[in-house]
């Protein structure tokens, strides 16, 4: 399966890098996210994903988090990949990963618990939620989700019209999430996203 994510995954940086052009951010274009149920070896996973991109290690707790941040930690030095870890400020700074992504329930955490001069990005599922994110200076919200997803529990599709609306409201750069492919990816130009994130690079 990394195979198919290696080919799609750079048509979708390629893709993301055109949604970006109106609305450059920060960070790169695309953001990548680990998601252990569909890609187990999170390692051959993380060097199908193109270089200069984002890389999100996100654990859900498993008992392999520590060992799988250092060898996500070294493969990013070699690839040219930024590093973060989700939900787990403890782990990003014993690794020496860039920075912590934080998913919007666990927002309220990051005024005190983010580490000082690392990346701070946070999923959001509306506008409150991106807004939230952005008055903690975020360097990205991943809005989510903006085309129908197989993902359990995502919910309706925020649409890209009303999701474009949102991003161009919110005073941080927001990428698009959920269903995103390099077909649907087209569609976002022009329409306020700073890029876009993505778990599978296919529906």
């Not at 930024?82 to 700074?93: F, G, K, R, S």
Request: aromatic residues 6%.
């Amino acid at each position: 399966m990394t195979g198919g994510w290696y080919d799609a995954g750079r048509a979708l940086a390629r893709a993301a890098a055109r949604v970006a052009r109106g609305s450059p951010g920060p960070l790169p274009p695309l953001i990548v996210l680990t998601d252990p149920r569909r890609y187990p070896d999170i390692e051959a996973f993380a060097e199908s994903i193109p270089s200069r991109s984002v890389l999100v290690h996100r654990h859900f707790g498993r008992p392999e988090a520590a060992r799988e941040a250092h060898a996500l930690r070294r493969i990013a030095d070699r690839t040219g990949l930024i590093l973060l870890i989700a939900a787990d400020p403890t782990l990003a700074l014993q690794c020496g990963a860039d920075g912590v992504h934080w998913p919007e329930r666990l927002i309220g955490q990051a005024r005190t618990r983010h580490p000082s001069g690392l990346i701070l990005t946070a999923s959001a599922h509306s506008r409150r939620g991106a807004k939230r994110a952005a008055r903690l200076d975020a360097d990205a919200v991943l809005l989510s989700p903006v085309f129908p997803t197989r993902s359990p529990g995502a919910g309706r599709p925020i649409g890209i019209w009303r999701a474009g609306a949102i991003a161009r409201s919110v005073a941080a750069p927001v990428y698009a999430l959920g269903g995103i492919t390099p077909e649907r990816a087209a569609r976002l130009s022009g329409l306020g996203f700073s890029g876009v994130a993505a778990v599978s690079a296919a529906y």
